[in-house]
Structure formats: structure tokens, C-alpha cells
């Protein structure tokens, strides 16, 4: 029921964020690297307001990027990411954000608490990026604001003690909840952990990769070099687009035939690989 309400509610804005990938973050302090990343083919860009911007510039911050911001930028979906909401940057960064014709907010320290208090009439995309965000990311997800989950590596792994792994393996229980959460919670599937090394595209693409087999549907990026190859892999493939089509044709011939279950080259074709094709083709759709 919480996925019909949440997207019977949705304006054709947060719709379209809905087929976001690769959401671009610039520091809300220098102007030339956020006019930069609004032309960099991000599907999103996030006007950072928080870590980027140390807290002698935040004021400085929220005047420039309420003007570069003040007017649509193309097709390209514009973001800001406020402070927490236990700061004392908090409010001065909802009055602005509140007067900016934006797609959505980014909430970091997400808690339940935190997401109720973030009341700009935006949709929320929150980072679950503590542990005790990570152990709420159900409830944080189900607050009718929230549109979407990013996992947030770094604090999450400075405060837990994690030390990264080549496989990832030491963030994998995190991705994989917030992944269930998300869907459980009826929301779009979440953002994966920011790759960190900037000169790694092959360690990137392999990040994309696993980030899109645990059920990720979008990547944080922090440069521009990163947005191309997070937006291929996180389109299908035209290989799977073609697997999805037969699957999808096989299914509705065996239908008219009065069977619900076929095999397709010898694998065998039910509901929810049907499902599973269905969704390909309608991402193949929006891209």
C-alpha cells in the first residue's frame, strides 16, 4: 500500500527523479566547480551545503547557490544537501533551500527524528550513515517525505571501524539493509557508497557493478569523470534489453496459450522473472 500512496503523491518532478543515476555532489562554496557539475551530464547535481563548506563560509555558501540555483538548469535535477539537523546551520539552510524552485533535499545524519524536522515541501533523499541510521533505515524510509536512501560509507565506517576491502565486504550487510528497507518502505531503490579514488574508473565500474547487483539504482559521484561510467552501468545493458523482450514476448504467447510457466533456452520463465524483465525495459525507457 506504501508504494501506491507514495507515487500517487509524487509530482511529475519526483517522478522523474525516480530515474536519477548518477547524483553529482559540489562543494555550495565555489562556484565555478558547481556551474561545472551542472554541465557535466549528472542526472542530479547536489549543491553541498554541509561538508564542503567549512563553517565560516555557510552563509556565503547559501547566497551563492541560491543564485546559481535560482533558475532551472536543463533536464539536469538540482539538489542541496543542508547540514544536520542537530547544528546550528540547520534552520538558516531550510529558510534558503525553501526558496529555491529545487527537485529535492539531501538530509545527512539521517534519523526518524531528523527527517520529521526537515519540513521544506521537498522531497527528502536521506543519508543513512551512522549506525543507528543504518539500524532505523526502515523508519527512515517510511516517512512519507523520503523519496529515496543514499548509504554513506566513510562516517558510517569511521564510527563502526570498518576497514575497506578491494570486495566490499566490509560494507555489505549496510548496503543489503538499506536496499531491503527501501523496498520494503515502497521508495525508490537507494544510492550506493561513493567511490573515493578519483584516478580508478576500472574500480569504479566493478564498484557500479556490485552496487547494481545488491539492488542499488543510483551512485554518488564527487567529480564529474565519475558521472559517464556510473550512468552506463547503471542503465541495462542492450544485451539485457534484448533478453527482457524475448522473455516479456515468450511469457504473453504462453499466456494466450494457457500457460503461466515456460521454459526460454532451456531456462525456465515465471511471474517474477517477468517481473524482472519488465523492470529493465521500463529503465531501457527512461534513459
Not at 557500479?208 to 543510483?218: A, K, N, Q, T
Request: aromatic content about 4%.
Amino acid at each position: 500500500m506504501r508504494l501506491c500512496l507514495t507515487f500517487a503523491r509524487l509530482s511529475s518532478t519526483t517522478v522523474e527523479l525516480s530515474h536519477v543515476r548518477s547524483l553529482l555532489f559540489a562543494p555550495g562554496s565555489d562556484e565555478h566547480k558547481l556551474r561545472g557539475a551542472l554541465e557535466s551530464g549528472a542526472d542530479a547535481v547536489v549543491a553541498d551545503l554541509e561538508d564542503a563548506v567549512t563553517p565560516a563560509e555557510k552563509g556565503a555558501a547559501r547566497e551563492l547557490v541560491a543564485r546559481v540555483l535560482s533558475s532551472p538548469v536543463s533536464d539536469t535535477k538540482t539538489i542541496v544537501r543542508v547540514n544536520a539537523a542537530d547544528t546550528p546551520y540547520f534552520a538558516d539552510d531550510l529558510a534558503a533551500v525553501a526558496e529555491l524552485p529545487l527537485d529535492a533535499v539531501v538530509l545527512p545524519k539521517a534519523s526518524p527524528e531528523a527527517v520529521e524536522a526537515t519540513r521544506t515541501g521537498l522531497p527528502v533523499i536521506a543519508i543513512v550513515e551512522t549506525a543507528a541510521g543504518v539500524r532505523d533505515a526502515y523508519e527512515i524510509a517510511s516517512d512519507p517525505k523520503v523519496f529515496a536512501l543514499i548509504l554513506g560509507a566513510v562516517d558510517l565506517g569511521a564510527e563502526v571501524g570498518l576497514e575497506p576491502r578491494p570486495d566490499g565486504l566490509e560494507i555489505l550487510y549496510a548496503r543489503s539493509k538499506v536496499v531491503l528497507d527501501s523496498v520494503a518502505a515502497g521508495i525508490r531503490a537507494p544510492f550506493d557508497i561513493v567511490h573515493l579514488d578519483l584516478d580508478d574508473d576500472e574500480g569504479l565500474e566493478a564498484d557500479c557493478r556490485l552496487g547494481r547487483s545488491l539492488g542499488f539504482r543510483g551512485k554518488a559521484c564527487i567529480h564529474p569523470a565519475q558521472v559517464p561510467i556510473v550512468n552506463r552501468i547503471f542503465a541495462p545493458s542492450e544485451a539485457e534489453v534484448e533478453w527482457a523482450h524475448r522473455v516479456v514476448d515468450a511469457y504473453e504467447q504462453g499466456l494466450g496459450e494457457g500457460r503461466g510457466v515456460l521454459a526460454l533456452n532451456g531456462a525456465m520463465v515465471d511471474l517474477p522473472v517477468v517481473a524482472r524483465a519488465r523492470r529493465i525495459l521500463a529503465e531501457a525507457e527512461r534513459r
